[in-house]
C-alpha cells in the first residue's frame, strides 16, 4: 500500500537554546499548515515548499506561570490553535493574515514564461502565505490536561482530575459544567441495564480520539484499561454518556481511530497494538486483530520495543504508523499486514555489522494525501547514548519528513480490475508496464474483442501470445517511472487519483482541481488548454478509463453542480468535447465495468449507467444514460465507510444452473466493501425470466437486486475480471480479496466434471483462505500470479568516514527504493481444495493450468510445505495430507522430477516419510530408466546412495552409465564415472552431486576430460606448435587423463569402470558403429590405440567388409559411387589418369584457391623426401611418384599459416597418406602436368567425383579415425576406410606398412578375403566401385603374393609416426574434437534409441563451441 522513497529530508529548525527545540507537531486539517510546538515557542509551517512561517515566543516571564508547552489542536476551518501547557492552562493563538498581499516566499518566473499569465488563483497556489499569530484567550483549568481533542465545533479536554470539559472555540465553556468520569457508567456491551461505575477516585483519562462515524471517543486510562464512550442521545451530558470497555486489557498507552474502517487502534505497553471494533447489534467492542512483531521475523528486538509510543491513521485511513518507547517504526495496512519496520536489516546495522541506535520519535503527523510523514525526533537529552558533540546536528531534536509513495488503489479503488501495479508518489507515476501488462493486451483481444474496433498495440509489447515467458509474466524489478506534468503540478498539487488504461498505454491523474493524461507511446501530457475550465472542476469520486474515454464524476464549481463526464482521450482536453449528465448528489465511488459506469453518491444510492460510443461524422463522443437506481441507505449507516463498489460478472451461481445461461456473463451482482465486510447484491432471477431478443438492450427492464449477503470480514481489495476464457473458468470466474493480515482470500467455483447435473448438496462456490509472503496490488487472472511491490533498502554509510558520519542523515537511515515483485499462488489453492476432498475440481484446476511455465515449481512446493510441515510435527496428524498429494501429483507427467527435486532440496531426515508416501526410491528409479529420462534418474541415484547400501547404489549406477553410454549422454557419463569412482575410494558418506535436469553446462568437476593431451578445449589456432608432439601425444597418454588410467588402475573401482568402457567400445566395433566409437572416445578420454592394440585380433578385426563398407557409408552420410554415363567416352577410363583427376579434387576439394599451374619445385621434393623418409623402409618409386603429386603435396605439406582459411584442415590431417602411385604408371604424365587443361566431359567427370563425396565433416572424421587405425596397427580397418575415400594413396601405403614390417599372416588373409568379397559385391551390386578396384588391382595381387608366402612375424609393433609436422598435428587435436559430434544417419543399427542420441549430439555441439568448425556443417538427410 505505501512505501517509503529514499532518504528522509531533514527542516533546518532555527535552534536557540534546548528549550526551543520542537517537541510536538500537528497538522491542520486541509494538512497545509503544521503547528510545531517547543517548551517555549509555538511555530507555523507551510507545507509546500516546507518552510516556517512565523513564530511565537512565549515570553520569560508568563512561561514560569503557564508551564512549558504539550499538546496543539487546530480548530476545523483552520483559524485558530488552542495549545495546552504543563501548568493546566490552554491558550487560544488566532492566525491572520498579513494585511495587503505580501507573500512570504514566491517563485520567480523569467520574463514571459507562460505561468505569469492570466492564471487565476495564481499567487495563492504557489506562495507561502505571511501569517501573525496572536494569543487571544487564556483558560485555566486548574489541573493537568492529559488530552486536547476538537469535536465539530467544540474543544474537548481530558484533565488529571478526572474531568471532561467541553469548552468553546472562543475560550468560553457556555455553563456547562465539566463531567466527573467517575459518573459515566460502563460496561461490557450497551445491552446491559446498567454500568458499573469506574469506583475509584483518581481515574482519567489519559488519551483519547473522537470517532466520528461510530460517534463516540476511544478511550485510555491512566491505569492502561480502554474503553469507548458514546453519547445514548444527542445530548452531551454525564447522565446521557455510556461506556464499554473489553474486560481483558490492562496495559493501553495510546489510541488511534480509523474512520473509514470504524477501527480503534490502541497502542500497548506490550509493544503490540490491539485493533478493536464495535459490534453492530449489542454494542460491545470486539477485537478486530492485532499488529505484533513475531520472533520469527524479528528474534533480537521481539519483546524489547518497550511500550507503544504513539500510533496514527494516514489521511486515506489505509495504513497506520506505530512507533515504541525504545524507537523505531512500523507500517501495517488496515487488517495488519506488515509493509515496513525499521528494526531490522539496513535500519537497525551498519554495513560493518554494528547496530544503530533506533530512531526515537517523539511526536508525528501525515501531510497531505500521505506523500509526507512529520517527524519530531527526539535524538537530543533523552538519549545518553549518543556524546553529547556541540557540532552534531542530529543529536538535536528536528524535524524529518519521511517521503512515500501509495498505490493508486488507497484512492481509487476502482484500479482493482486491471492487471497493472501503479504507484502514486508526490510528483510522479510508477508503473509495472512494458511486459505483463501489454501482453494482457494481445490476450484479451485474442480471447473476446471487447470494444476495440482496432486497438494498436503498445510498443513494448511483444509479438502476440506464444512470446509470454516467464520474464513477461514476473517482469523485471524496475519500474516505468513517468514524471508527472509539473505545469500541471504547480497549481494543482497534490495529486489525489490516477488510473491507467486497460492497455497500459495511457494514464490519468487528478490533482486539486481538473486533471491531465498521459500517453506512455507518445511521451506527452495533454493538460486542459484553457485553466478557467480546470480550476472550475473538483473531481471527487475518482476516475476511471473506457476505452478511449475517460469518465470521472466531478463538482462543477461556477454551477455549484454535481456531474458525470466523460472526455475523449484523442481529442483536445476541452468542457467542448465532453458528454456532461448531471448528478443528483455528490459522487463518493466510481467504476466501470465492460460497458456500464457504477456510481456510489453521498445519499447512499449505487446508480447504474450504460455507456456507449457515438460517432457522428468526424467527431467521437461516448453516450451516458441512466439503467437502474439502487438506494442502500437501509444498509448503510454512513456512506463515508463505503471503501468500494464494484460491478462483477460474479454470482452464487456459476452459469450452468442458470435458465438462460448467456446472461452468466453479465453484470450479476454488486460488490460493496463496507469498512472492511464484503457484501454483496445479485440480480434477483426469481422472477419470470422473458426478455425480448430484439429490442435495445438499453431499453430492457433490468432484474432488481435481492438483498445484501455478507461474503466476507476484513477485506482490504477485491479483484476480478471481466474476461472469460473457457479453459480457465476457475481463474477467471473467482473473485480474489486481500485481507490484510490474514493473508488472500479466493471466492472460488465449482464446476461438475463433463459437464454432468451438479449435486444439489454441493456448494458452487467455495470460500479458500491462503497466505502469501508479499502485499497484492494486482492479481494476473490467467497465470495465477499475484503482483506486489516491496520496500528496499541500500546502505551508504561506507561512504562516509565514521567521525563525520555520525550526523549524516544517509548514515542513519538506508536509502529506500521499491521493487517489483510477484507470487505464485496456486499451490496454496490446490492444497485447500484436497484438504476439503475437492481433489476432482483441484485437478481441473491443475490440468487448466498445467502449461504454465512455473507449474512444475508448483507442483514442487506444494509436496514440499505439506511434506515440511507433517513430518516434523511434534503430535501425530490424525489424517496426514502427504498421501493425497503424492496420488495428486502422480496424474501429472513430470511427477517423477517433482519428487525428486523436493527430495533433493530437503532434509535428509524426511526421506523415509516422503518416500513412505509416493514409492521406493528403486522403483521410481526403474520409471525413469524405463521413461528414458536419464537426468532425473541420476538425481535419484543420490538418493538411492544416502538411503541403501553401497552394493544397490553401485548396481543401480552400472545400469545408468550403460543405458547413458547406449544413449551417448557424455555428460551423464563422466558424472557417473566420478560417482562410481567415489562410491569405490570410500566417499559414499559425501556422495558427489550429479546434475539434475536444471543444470545442463555444469562441468564443474570434469576438467580433466578436458585438458586431455589432445585438448578439445583450446582451438587449434591458440596453440603454440611446440605444445605437440604426436608420437608422445597419441602413444604415451600424458596430462590428467593420463594419470586416470594408469595411476589408479590398480584400484578395483577403475579396473570395473574400464572393463564396462571396453565392453562398451567392442559392442560399438562389433555392430560397425564407427561413428560412435570416435564421439565415445573424444568424450570420455578413452584411450583408443592402446585398447586397439590390445583387440586387434579380436574385436578390432573386420568379419565382413561388405557390411562394414555399407554401415559406414550410411553412418557418415557418405555416397556410394556411380559410373557416369559420358565415362564411357571419357579419356579417363582406363584408370590410370583417373587418379590424376582424384588428386585435383582432393586438393580443390581441400583448398579453393586451386591452382593449376603449380611448379614442381626443387623445394617440395626435398621437404616430401624428408617427411616420408620417417614412415618407413623408402622405396625409390615412392620417391619419384610423390615428386609428380605437387596438388596432393602442397595440400598437406605446406605450412597452413600461408592460408588462413579453415578448409585445409581435411586434408592437413592426412597424416598417414602418401600421396603416391606405386606401381610408377604416373611417369608419363611427367612433363605436361604443370599444363593440364580439362576437357568439358573431364570436367564433367570432375563434378560426378564431387558429387560422389561426402560431407567435409565426414571426411575429417573418417581420417581422423584412419589414423588411429594406423597408429593401433588395424590394417583392415585401414583398408575399409580408405575404400570409402576411394584413395589409391591410402590403400597402397598399407600394403607398403604390410610388406615392409612383419604383420601377423592372419590380418593378411583376412584383408586379401575381404577386398575380393568387396570386389563380388560390387561387381554385381555396385558398380560404381570397379575403376576404383581396378586402380588397386596390381597391390591386391601383391598381397595375395605376399599371404601365400605365409610370412609369420615374430612380434607387432605398432607403427608411429616420427617427425610430423606440428600443424598436422594440431589440427589432428581438431578433428579428433569435431569427431565428437558429426551427425548421425537416421537408420540406424543396432536398435539403439537413436533420436535422443541425435538430439545430444547436437546439444554436445553446442556445449563445445570451442572446437567446432565452420565448416564442419553437414545436413542430416
Known amino acids: 500500500m505505501y512505501f517509503l522513497s529514499g532518504w528522509p529530508k531533514r527542516l533546518l529548525c532555527p535552534l536557540g537554546s534546548p528549550a526551543e527545540a520542537p517537541v510536538h507537531v500537528q497538522s491542520d486539517p486541509q494538512r497545509t499548515f503544521f503547528a510545531v510546538l517547543a517548551p517555549v515557542r509555538l511555530s507555523i509551517w507551510y507545507s509546500r515548499p516546507s518552510v516556517l512561517i512565523v513564530t511565537y515566543k512565549e515570553p520569560e516571564k508568563s512561561s514560569s506561570q503557564f508551564g512549558s508547552y504539550k499538546q496543539a489542536e487546530w480548530r476545523p476551518d483552520s483559524t485558530m490553535i488552542a495549545v495546552s501547557t504543563a501548568y493546566g492552562y490552554i491558550l487560544f493563538f488566532h492566525i491572520t493574515s498579513t494585511r495587503g ?239 515496513i519496520c525499521t528494526l531490522g536489516g539496513d535500519f537497525a546495522y551498519r554495513s560493518d555489522g554494528t547496530k544503530k541506535d533506533p530512531l526515537k520519535i517523539n511526536s508525528m503527523s501525515w501531510g497531505a494525501e500521505g506523500y509526507h510523514l512529520w517527524v519530531v525526533s527526539g535524538f537530543g537529552a533523552h538519549n545518553p547514548g549518543i556524546e553529547s558533540d556541540s557540532k552534531s546536528v542530529v543529536k538535536q531534536p528536528g524535524i524529518l519528513l519521511f517521503q512515500f509513495i501509495k498505490s493508486v488503489l488507497t484512492v481509487n479503488p476502482c484500479m482493482s480490475n486491471q492487471e497493472q501495479v501503479l504507484l502514486q508518489g508526490e510528483d510522479r507515476l510508477y508503473l509495472n508496464c512494458g511486459e505483463a501488462s501489454q501482453t494482457q493486451s494481445a490476450r484479451s483481444s485474442s480471447a473476446h474483442s471487447e470494444h476495440k474496433p482496432g486497438g494498436g498495440k503498445s510498443p513494448f509489447a511483444d509479438s502476440g501470445l506464444e512470446s509470454q515467458g516467464l520474464s513477461t509474466l514476473l517482469g523485471h524489478r ?418 517423477l522430477q517433482t519428487v525428486v527435486h523436493c527430495a533433493r532440496k530437503t532434509e535428509y531426515a524426511l526421506w523415509n516419510y516422503l518416500f513412505a508416501a509416493v514409492g521406493n526410491p528403486k522403483d521410481l528409479f526403474e520409471e525413469c530408466l524405463m521413461a528414458q529420462d536419464l537426468d532425473t534418474a541420476a538425481s535419484y541415484l543420490i538418493i538411492l546412495q544416502n538411503m541403501e547400501v553401497p552394493a544397490v547404489s553401485r548396481q543401480h549406477a552400472t545400469l545408468l552409465f550403460n543405458t547413458a553410454l547406449e544413449q551417448g549422454k557424455w555428460d551423464l557419463c563422466r558424472h557417473m564415472i566420478r560417482f562410481l569412482k567415489a562410491i569405490g575410494s570410500g566417499e559414499s558418506e559425501t556422495p558427489p552431486s550429479t546434475p539434475t535436469a536444471q543444470e545442463p553446462s555444469s562441468s564443474g568437476g570434469f576438467e580433466f576430460f578436458r585438458n586431455r593431451s589432445i585438448s578439445l578445449s583450446q582451438s587449434a589456432e591458440n596453440v603454440p606448435a611446440s605444445k605437440f608432439s604426436l608420437q608422445k601425444t597419441l602413444s604415451m597418454p600424458s596430462g590428467p587423463s593420463g594419470k586416470r588410467w594408469s595411476k589408479d588402475s590398480d584400484c578395483a573401482e577403475n579396473m570395473y569402470i574400464d572393463m564396462m568402457l571396453w565392453r562398451h567400445a567392442r559392442r560399438l566395433l562389433e555392430e560397425v558403429r564407427l561413428k560412435d566409437l570416435g564421439c565415445f572416445a573424444a568424450q570420455l578420454g578413452f584411450e583408443l590405440i592402446s585398447w586397439l592394440c590390445k583387440e586387434r585380433t579380436r574385436a578390432a578385426r573386420v568379419d565382413n567388409f561388405v557390411l562394414a563398407l555399407k554401415r559406414l557409408h550410411k553412418d557418415f552420410l557418405w555416397p556410394l559411387p556411380i559410373i557416369p554415363a559420358s565415362s564411357l567416352s571419357s579419356p579417363f577410363k582406363n584408370g590410370r589418369y583417373r587418379t590424376v583427376g582424384e588428386q585435383l579434387l582432393k586438393s580443390q576439394s581441400a583448398d579453393p584457391f586451386l591452382n593449376l599451374e603449380i611448379d614442381t619445385g626443387v623445394s617440395n621434393v626435398q621437404r616430401s623426401q624428408s617427411w616420408l623418409g620417417n614412415i618407413g623402409p623408402t622405396h625409390h618409386e615412392i620417391d619419384t611418384a610423390s615428386s609428380h603429386g605437387p596438388q596432393m603435396q602442397d595440400a598437406f605439406l605446406s605450412p597452413l599459416s600461408n592460408k588462413g582459411d579453415e578448409c585445409s584442415i581435411g586434408s592437413a590431417t592426412d597424416l598417414t597418406e602418401s600421396s603416391s602411385v606405386v606401381d610408377g604408371d604416373w611417369t608419363m604424365v611427367d612433363e605436361n602436368f604443370s599444363t593440364l587443361s580439362l576437357t568439358p566431359s573431364e570436367l564433367e567427370h570432375i563434378s560426378m567425383e564431387l558429387a560422389s563425396k561426402g560431407p567435409h565433416k565426414s571426411q575429417v572424421q573418417l581420417r581422423y579415425l584412419l589414423h588411429i587405425f594406423m597408429e593401433a596397427g588395424c590394417l583392415d580397418w585401414c583398408i575399409v576406410i580408405g575404400l570409402i575415400l576411394r584413395e589409391s594413396s591410402i590403400i597402397n601405403q598399407i600394403l607398403v606398412i604390410t610388406q615392409s614390417s612383419e604383420v601377423d599372416g592372419e590380418m593378411l588373409r583376412n584383408i586379401r578375403t575381404g577386398l575380393h568379397a568387396v570386389d563380388r559385391w560390387a561387381s554385381t551390386d555396385c558398380p560404381g566401385y570397379k575403376p576404383f578396384l581396378n586402380i588397386i588391382k596390381p597391390q591386391v595381387q601383391k598381397l595375395s603374393d605376399l599371404t601365400e608366402e605365409q610370412v609369420q612375424p615374430e612380434a607387432f609393433q605398432p607403427i608411429t609416426v616420427g617427425k610430423t609436422p606440428e600443424h598436422t598435428s594440431a589440427r589432428a587435436e581438431e578433428s579428433r574434437g569435431s569427431s565428437g559430434h558429426g551427425s548421425i544417419s537416421q537408420g540406424e543399427v543396432g536398435g539403439s534409441s537413436l533420436v535422443s542420441r541425435k538430439e545430444d549430439d547436437t546439444a554436445l555441439a553446442e556445449e563445445e563451441e570451442s572446437f567446432q568448425d565452420g565448416t564442419y556443417d553437414c545436413s542430416v538427410s
Not at 474543544?155 to 472562543?170: F, M
Not at 457556555?174 to 459518573?183: S, V
Not at 466493501?673 to 429490442?695: V, W
Not at 562516509?800 to 538506508?814: D, I, K, M, T
Open 101 to 339: 498581499d505580501k507573500y512570504l516566499y514566491e517563485p520567480v518566473y523569467p520574463k514571459g514564461s507562460p505561468q505569469m499569465k492570466g492564471t487565476p488563483h495564481f499567487k495563492e497556489e504557489h506562495c507561502a502565505p505571511a501569517l501573525n499569530l496572536e494569543m487571544r484567550k487564556i483558560l485555566d483549568l486548574q489541573a493537568p490536561i492529559m488530552s486536547l481533542q476538537s469535536v465539530l465545533e467544540d474543544l474537548l479536554v481530558a484533565t488529571s482530575d478526572g474531568l471532561l470539559h467541553l469548552i468553546h472555540w472562543e475560550g468560553m465553556t457556555n455553563g456547562r459544567k465539566a463531567i466527573n468520569l467517575c459518573t459515566v457508567p460502563f460496561s461490557v456491551d450497551l445491552q446491559s441495564s446498567r454500568g458499573s461505575f469506574l469506583g475509584f477516585a483518581d481515574v482519567h483519562i489519559r488519551d483519547m480520539e473522537y470517532c466520528a462515524t461510530l460517534d463516540g471517543f476511544a478511550v485510555v486510562f491512566n491505569d492502561g484499561k480502554i474503553g469507548f464512550i458514546t453519547p445514548v442521545s444527542s445530548r452531551f451530558t454525564a447522565e446521557q454518556l455510556h461506556g464499554v470497555w473489553p474486560q481483558d486489557v490492562v496495559d493501553g498507552t495510546c489510541v488511534a481511530v480509523n474512520n473509514k474502517y470504524r477501527l480503534m487502534a490502541f497502542g500497548c505497553a506490550s509493544g503490540t497494538v490491539q485493533v478493536y471494533t464495535i459490534d453492530n447489534t449489542t454494542g460491545a467492542m470486539l477485537l478486530s486483530h492485532k499488529l505484533e512483531l513475531t520472533a520469527k521475523q524479528y528474534p533480537d528486538i521481539w519483546n524489547k520495543t518497550g511500550a507503544v509510543k504513539l500510533v496514527k491513521w494516514s489521511p486515506d485511513n489505509s495504513v497506520v504508523i506505530v512507533t515504541w518507547e525504545n524507537g523505531g517504526l512500523s507500517l501495517w495496512s488496515v487488517f495488519g499486514a506488515q509493509l
Open 478 to 895: 524496475h519500474w516505468h517511472v513517468v514524471q508527472i506534468s509539473n505545469t500541471y503540478l504547480e497549481s494543482n498539487w497534490p495529486i489525489r487519483f490516477s488510473a491507467i488504461d486497460k492497455l497500459g498505454q495511457n494514464i490519468a491523474v487528478v490533482g486539486k482541481f481538473g486533471f491531465a493524461h498521459y500517453s506512455l507511446l507518445t511521451k506527452k501530457w495533454k493538460l486542459f488548454g484553457n485553466i478557467t475550465q480546470e480550476q472550475n472542476m473538483i473531481v471527487t469520486g475518482g476516475l476511471a478509463w473506457w476505452d478511449d474515454f475517460i469518465v470521472l464524476a466531478c463538482y462543477n464549481i461556477s454551477d455549484r453542480q454535481e456531474e458525470l463526464r466523460v472526455y475523449l482521450r484523442t481529442s483536445n482536453l476541452d468542457n467542448a468535447f465532453a458528454h456532461i449528465t448531471k448528478a443528483q448528489a455528490e459522487t463518493l465511488l466510481l467504476s466501470v465495468f465492460r460497458d456500464m459506469v457504477i456510481v456510489f453518491r453521498a445519499d447512499c444510492s449505487i446508480c447504474l449507467y450504460s455507456i456507449e460510443r457515438k460517432s457522428d461524422g468526424s467527431n467521437t463522443t461516448a453516450g451516458i444514460q441512466v439503467l437502474q437506481e439502487v438506494s442502500m441507505s437501509r444498509y448503510i449507516p454512513h456512506p463515508f465507510l463505503v471503501v468500494s463498489v464494484t460491478l462483477t460478472s460474479v454470482s452464487t451461481e456459476n452459469g450452468i444452473t442458470l435458465k438462460m445461461p448467456q446472461q452468466a456473463r453479465d453484470a450479476e451482482s454488486i460488490m460493496l466493501n463496507l469498512a472492511g465486510q464484503l457484501i454483496m447484491m445479485q440480480r434477483d432471477r426469481s422472477g419470470p425470466q422473458i426478455r425480448e431478443k430484439d429490442s435495445n438492450p438499453n431499453q430492457r427492464k433490468l432484474l432488481p437486486f435481492c438483498p445484501p449477503v455478507v461474503l466476507a470480514q476484513s477485506v482490504e481489495n477485491v479483484w476480478t475480471t471481466c474476461r472469460a476464457n473457457k479453459q480457465k473458468r476457475h481463474l477467471l470466474e473467482a473473485l480474489w480479496l486481500s485481507c490484510g493480515g490474514a493473508g488472500m482470500k479466493v471466492w472460488l467455483p465449482l464446476f461438475p466434471r463433463d459437464h454432468r447435473k451438479p449435486h444439489s448438496f454441493l456448494s458452487q462456490r467455495i470460500m479458500l483462505p491462503f497466505h502469501i509472503n508479499i502485499y497484492p496490488l494486482a492479481v494476473l487472472f490467467e497465470d495465477a500470479l499475484v503482483l506486489g511491490a516491496v520496500n528496499d533498502t541500500l546502505l551508504y554509510d561506507s561512504l562516509y568516514a565514521r567521525n563525520s558520519a555520525r550526523e549524516q542523515l544517509e548514515v542513519l537511515f538506508p536509502y529506500c527504493v521499491v521493487e517489483r515483485t510477484s507470487q505464485i499462488y496456486l499451490h496454496h489453492i490446490l492444497r485447500q481444495l484436497l484438504v476439503r476432498n475437492l481433489g476432482e475440481q483441484a485437478l481441473l484446476l491443475a490440468q487448466s493450468c498445467a502449461t504454465l511455465p512455473y507449474f512444475p515449481h508448483v507442483l514442487e512446493l506444494m509436496l514440499h510445505e505439506v511434506l515440511e510441515e507433517e513430518a516434523t510435527s511434534r503430535e501425530p496428524i490424525p489424517d496426514p495430507l502427504l498421501p493425497t498429494v503424492a496420488k495428486f501429483i502422480t496424474e501429472f507427467p513430470l511427477f
